[in-house]
T-cell receptor, first 121, second 114 residues
Framework: AQKITQTQPGMFVQEKEAVTLDCTYDTSDPSYGLFWYKQPSSGEMIFLIYQGSYDQQNATEGRYSLNFQKARKSANLVISASQLGDSAMYFC??????????????????FGIGTKLQVIP | EAQVTQNPRYLITVTGKKLTVTCSQN?????MSWYRQDPGLGLRQIYY???????DKGDVPEGYKVSRKEKRNFPLILESPSPNQTSLYFCASSRIAGDRGIQYFGAGTRLSVL
């Protein structure tokens, strides 16, 4: 089974509208972290937002918010007021294992296949 | 400036000719990792390292070697490259604790194996 599933290969959104990019995950580890990264056409990977498995509230970073539904194992990215510069590939990722110096722990990271978002003027 | 530096950025080689892609970070991060990115497959983890002399396999380690002799460096070695290793490679680093484990990525190395 895939650990990170992004089911939307491509999405279009009108400028200034909100858009939701879907991500579901699969892990039996109680301690994990979920990330969203953006990859513009220039190729660099840019961190957007993080949600820890024990965080009680949904994460927000400016126009980005993460709709975290733990029981459903989903971590959807919401971009509000889309801008032309938001056109890019978006990757959901999961770190399994405790985010600590726990001896003997591990921190394997899995990425989804990405969603290509295009913002239309 | 905090950064992860990969070299070379572009590399064309032939099957079987050993190569090394270097990765260096100046943020004193404990965790370092290598990924390959292929169309339709996203990023897949090759190897990761939790600290000096501590490395572990990711999802696609076959055909690759790594070493972590110094905290700042994490080279990726292809002993006998094959065409199926043609890909875009990223090195990344992060803290083990604190800073939420956010990974900072290098600019990428585009490798073609003929």
């Amino acid at each position: 089974a895939q650990k990170i599933t992004q089911t939307q290969p491509g999405m279009f959104v009108q400028e200034k509208e909100a858009v939701t990019l879907d991500c579901t995950y699969d892990t039996s580890d109680p301690s994990y972290g979920l990330f969203w990264y953006k990859q513009p056409s220039s190729g660099e990977m840019i961190f957007l937002i993080y949600q820890g498995s024990y965080d009680q509230q949904n994460a927000t970073e400016g126009r980005y918010s993460l709709n975290f539904q733990k029981a459903r194992k989903s971590a959807n990215l919401v971009i509000s007021a889309s801008q032309l510069g938001d056109s890019a590939m978006y990757f959901c990722a999961m770190r399994e294992g405790p985010h600590s110096y726990y001896r003997g722990g591990y921190q394997k990271v899995t990425f989804g296949i990405g969603t290509k978002l295009q913002v239309i003027p | 400036e905090a950064q992860v530096t990969q070299n070379p950025r572009y590399l064309i080689t032939v099957t079987g000719k050993k190569l090394t892609v270097t990765c260096s970070q100046n943020m004193n991060h404990e965790y370092m990792s290598w990924y390959r990115q292929d169309p339709g497959l996203g990023l897949r983890q090759i190897y990761y390292s939790m600290n000096v002399e501590v490395t572990d396999k990711g999802d696609v380690p076959e055909g690759y070697k790594v070493s972590r002799k110094e905290k700042r460096n994490f080279p990726l070695i292809l002993e006998s490259p094959s065409p199926n290793q043609t890909s875009l490679y990223f090195c990344a680093s992060s803290r083990i604790a604190g800073d939420r484990g956010i990974q900072y990525f290098g600019a990428g190395t585009r490798l073609s194996v003929l």
